[in-house]
Every structure is written in C-alpha cells, then in structure tokens.
C-alpha cells in the first residue's frame, strides 16, 4: 500500500459525498488481506463504497481483497498480577514487550489490538501491574 494517505483522502470523499459521518483513518495489506479502519461502525452501504473504491485501483491485488465485513464485537482484556520487573533483570515491562506476548500467544491468533496495551503500576512500592 504504497500511497495508503492518497487512499484513505479517497475514500473519505466519497463517503462524505454520500453524506456519510463515517471516515477512514488507517489503510494497510497483510497477509490477510487488506484492513481498512474507521473512526465509528460503520454500515454496509458505506462498506459497499470503500469495496468499489478498492476494487477499481489498479495498484492494488484483488485476491486480497476477499469480503467486507462488520467488526463482530469489541472485548477487552484485563490482564492481572503481571510482575513489573522482567524476571532476572532490572527492566521494567513495557506495552510493546506485552504486545508481542499477546501476539505470541496461540489463543489471539485472529486478535487485532485496538490501541496498544496499557501498563498501570498498581502503586509506587508495588512491583505488580495491571495490563
């Protein structure tokens, strides 16, 4: 997605020629196909614009993109009781070093992070955090 800015500036006009509140802000191709993010839901008209959109680019594969879909649901997750210190080291536990773990992990496979991880000492004597 070379020119992913003249994309989304693309998008954004025709979804506000339809009036639409809905604006896309991140564009990006994975390995997965192509993900597109927007500021609401959006609805499936408006998916329907961004689709046409794509599939008139030239620079762009049409295996990748395989469906629109809505996002099904939102959860989060809140992790407890984590040790703030790394194990064997001084370095405290960041939200890029969580982030990778989640990643890691068998279970979020088909998990995509809304924001990064927020890491929140449980107090300043406490060598615990909350995730």
Same mark, same amino acid.
Do not use: W
């Given at each position: 997605? +070379?020119?992913?800015?003249?994309?989304?500036?693309?998008?954004?006009?025709?979804?506000?020629?339809?009036?639409?509140?809905?604006?896309?802000?991140?564009?990006?191709?994975?390995?997965?196909?192509?993900?597109v993010?927007?500021?609401?839901?959006?609805?499936?008209?408006?998916?329907?614009? +961004?689709?046409k959109?794509?599939?008139?680019?030239?620079?762009?594969?049409?295996?990748d993109?395989?469906?629109?879909?809505?996002?099904?649901?939102?959860?989060?997750?809140?992790?407890?009781?984590?040790?703030?210190?790394?194990?064997?080291?001084?370095?405290?536990?960041?939200?890029?070093? @969580?982030?990778?773990? @989640?990643?890691?992990?068998? @279970?979020? &496979?088909?998990?995509?992070?809304?924001?990064?991880?927020?890491?929140?000492?449980?107090?300043?004597?406490? &060598?615990? @955090?909350?995730?």
């Open positions: 997605m +070379v020119q992913s800015n003249m994309h989304i500036t693309n998008i954004n006009r025709l979804l506000k020629g339809v009036k639409s509140k809905i604006l896309a802000d991140y564009i990006c191709s994975d390995n997965k196909g192509i993900v993010m927007t500021n609401k839901v959006t609805t499936s008209s408006n998916l329907n614009i +961004v689709e959109y794509m599939k008139e680019l030239n620079d762009i594969n049409l295996n993109i395989i469906s629109t879909k809505l996002s099904q649901s939102k959860s989060y997750l809140k992790i407890l009781d984590i040790s703030y210190f790394i194990d064997n080291t001084n370095l405290s536990v960041i939200s890029d070093i @969580i982030e990778r773990v @989640i990643k890691s992990t068998q @279970i979020f &496979n088909n998990i995509v992070l809304a924001s990064c991880p927020q890491v929140i000492k449980i107090s300043s004597k406490s &060598n615990i @955090i909350i995730v």
